[in-house]
Each structure stands twice: as C-alpha cells, then as structure tokens.
DNA sequence: AAGAGATTAGACTCGATAGTCTAATTCTGG
DNA sequence: CCAGAATTAGACTATCGAGTCTAATCTCTT
C-alpha cells in the first residue's frame, strides 16, 4: 500500500552512476540543453531507470545539487571544526595570519574547485523557473557553513585577536561574508590561460591580507 | 554588390523595439528558452524582422549584451569622469569618505539594479556555448571600467589620501577589484522581501567603511 | 505617383526532447 | 532455485522551436 518513496528504491550503485552522469551532463550543457537520453546513456543506464529513481528531470536535477553541495558542506564543516587551531594557542600575529591562509584557502579551494563552482551558476540561472531553488541552495550550502565560520570569527575577535567594530559583529554573518568575498571575488578572476596553482594560493593571501588589514588590532 | 551589413538596413525604431522585447523575454526565460517568436510577439514585429535585423537568435542575444552594457558603462565612466571632486580639494578623511560613498554607490547601483546584474548571469550561463561571449563581454564592459576606477584610487594613493601597499598598487586592477568586491558581494545578498533602498545604502556603507579600514592612512 | 526596400502573417521543414508504455530480461534475497 | 522487483531497449506521443519561404502589403524617397 505505502508506496515507497522513489529516491529510496532501486540500485544504489546504479542511482550513484546517475547522479555522476547528470551532474556531468548538467554541467556540460546547462539545464534546458540537457537531455535525459544523454544522461541515460553516459550513466550506462535505461532512461525508464533514470525517472523510477528521480521521477522527473527536475528531481533529478534537485538530487544532483543536494548532492555536490553536501560533498563540499562536509568538507567545509570538518574544516572548521578540527582544522582550526584554539585561539589560545595563537601567540605571534603569524600565527593567527597563517591559521587563516590555511582555512580560507581550503574553503576557498573547496568553493571553486570542482563542480559546485559551475553548478552554482546554472542554479542561479534556473532560480527563475523554480522558484524553490535558490532556498534550497541557501539552506542545503551557505545556510549551514556561513554561520559557522563567523561563529569562529567572533570567537577571535573575542579572543582580541582580531579589532571588529561592534557595529560588524552585531550583522548577521557578515564577517564571515566579508572574509569570503574579498578573496572569492578576486580567484573567480583567473583566466584559464594563466598558473591556476600559484594564482590561487597568491589571491587567497591578497584576500586575507586585506582582512587583517583592516582588522588586525593596531 | 556589397551588402549591407545587416546591423545597419532597416527601421532603427523596429530594432530598438526588438531589442528591448528581447532584453526582457531573454531575461524572463533565459536563452535556450526565450522563443524568438515571443520576442518577435512582444516587439510587436514579425519574426522575419527580428531576423532581417539580427540574422540569428545569437546574433540578438550579442546584440542585446552590447545595448544593456552600453548603457552602464556609458553612466559610470561618466561618473568618474566628472562626478568625483578633485583629491587636492579633500582636506579631511570625511571629505574622502563621503566623496567614495558617493562614487561607490552610483557605480553599484548602475550594476546591481536594472538589468545588467541578471544579463551578467544569462550570459555567464552561456558562455561555455559561445565562447566568443564572454570575451566580449569583458571587453565591452569590466574591461573598460575597472582600469578608470583603478586609476582614479591610484590617484588617491599617490596623492596621499589612501596608504596602500605597493605590492596591491602593482597588481594591475586590484585595488578596483577589492572595492567593488567588498560592497558588490554584500549588496548581492539583499533578499527580495527586504526594503532595498535602505539596504543598498547601508550595505554600500558597509564596503566602503570596511575598504578605508584597510587602506587609510593611520 | 511610382518603385525600391522593408515588413507582415502564416504556413512549412526539420530536428529535438520530455515523458509513457510494453514486453522481454536480469537481479537478488530468502 | 524461484518469485518479485528492477532494469532494459526501443517504439511512441505530443510538443515546441529555429530558421526559411512566399505572396501580399506598407512606407518612404524621389
């Protein structure tokens, strides 16, 4: 009588190779141009298949979101919580301006490396059409790892080491939103042509520098 | 013998009711699914006009790209070309902050409000399809304006009015690129159901509070 | 007023694709 | 080894959209 919820039915591995393809194909080729026939045959699979796990083209496309942005969250998550030293243990202003490189460097490589990046764009530009899209990026990405990393900030400027104005620590997430845009923005910049390896670690360190510039205690 | 090339032949009203037809519905539905029926509908024209006019659906969608920007780019250089006092008339640190307020609104607000914003990411969305697009998107637009705005902070810096450090002087752009990235990536976070005029101010405020922090001289 | 160029409505071709259906086959757990 | 579930290939429907074509009309300019 109960139906089983179809994303709990069938072959997990099969279900996996499916998720890989349309992400793959998603990817490639955008939402609109992208056709279940393709995402079918690069996942070795029936297309019947494809819909008795996901139901439809845009389930499947949900699933696939969930999917490369839990992969990163937890990646992020864990990040925070055993990649970060105790703020007592940081002595020298060096310790603490390495302890940031190194965390905003991974969650930095973790945002635009790999297919959260692009999948990210073809989200925002299909938010239109599904309107419950973007609220579900929200909720399943950033709403759960922003709240997080300006936790940790607070709890340097708390430490004093870090000088932020009331007026910063009193928005929600902004710090952490601050942190994350100085050196975001400036990695999206670099071209396919140039050194990503060395650019990447060189924007981080901009980005961060910028941070403790402005609030490194005097 | 020569043909006309055909962005010149025809009524130039018609073209720029297509053009504005074709702003709105590739907006509206994003490329692959805009029909170049509802375009031709909403202009009221025939759809042979939009083609006499534009030769093909990307030939409209470059078409439209250029339009939109031109017209952003055309108010900020112009914002920096006469809206900005010169720096030896600012004597005190309020003069400065208020003078950037000022600039770093009106830039944000030409990018953040009418349809350059969504544009941008229809055609970041498209780019992996035509890859002459994002070229020339760059160069009809950030490649014009963020060397002025470099420029114009350079300025400040040399005449002693910012202390940045000659490694950011050196990189060519940056300094431009951290100032919008500090107000633009907060103004983006506005969410509809907040009121946006009192936001934009704020957050605007924001960015610009946090970019003296780093680089005022102290 | 005449003629050239622009525009029009609408039919038409051609190719794609979402989603369904079926009958046959393959897995898999008990 | 067997029964029920899962999977398969492929045909099939229904829809939609880009781009072309045509014959008739419109709008300027001269």
Redesign the interface.
């Known amino acids: 009588m109960t139906a089983t919820a179809p994303e709990l039915q069938g072959n997990p591995r099969k279900r996996r190779a499916i998720l890989d393809a349309a992400a793959t194909v998603f990817l490639?080729e955008?939402f609109?141009?992208a056709s279940v026939d393709a995402i079918a045959a690069d996942a070795n699979v029936s297309k019947q298949t494809v819909y008795n796990h996901f139901g439809d083209k845009n389930g499947l496309f949900m699933a696939v979101t969930d999917a490369v942005q839990d992969e990163a969250v937890l990646r992020i998550m864990d990040l925070m919580d055993t990649g970060f030293p105790d703020p007592a243990t940081l002595t020298g202003p060096g310790d603490l301006r390495a302890a940031l490189l190194r965390l905003t460097g991974e969650w930095t490589r973790a945002v635009y490396t790999g297919r959260l990046v692009d999948l990210r764009?073809?989200v925002?530009?299909?938010a239109?059409?599904h309107p419950e899209l973007r609220e579900r990026w929200f909720a399943n990405g950033p709403g759960r790892t922003y709240p997080r990393l300006n936790r940790l900030l607070t709890e340097l400027a708390r430490a004093g080491l870090l000088d932020v104005p009331d007026a910063?620590l009193a928005?929600p997430d902004?710090l952490a939103?601050?942190l994350t845009?100085?050196t975001?923005?400036?990695v999206r910049?670099i071209r396919p042509e140039m050194d990503f390896e060395a650019e990447f670690d060189r924007r981080v360190a901009?980005g961060v520098d910028?941070f403790l510039?402005?609030?490194e205690p005097?």
């Open positions: 490639r955008g609109t141009r764009k073809l925002d530009s299909e239109e059409h910063v928005e902004l939103h601050q845009a100085v975001g923005t400036d910049q901009r910028f510039r402005a609030y005097r």
